[in-house]
């Protein structure tokens, strides 16, 4: 997968659970294991979740 694609499907698969749950009951565990990455890996496109956050809003 691309580095863009994959920052792209962080910013869906982080909206989809934000809108589910609430951002304070979704961790950045979460939305890396919906994107099919590990948690280290997530932080090599975002710095923080309140980065992924902000990109989308």
């Not at 099919?36 to 809003?57: E, M, Q, W």
């Amino acid at each position: 997968m691309k580095q863009e694609d994959t920052k792209q499907k962080i910013l869906d698969k982080a909206l989809e659970l934000f809108s589910l749950n609430g951002y304070n009951a979704v961790s950045v565990g979460e939305i890396a294991k919906a994107v099919g990455i590990k948690a280290p890996s997530l932080y090599n496109h975002f710095p923080s979740k309140r980065a992924i956050f902000d990109a989308i809003v």
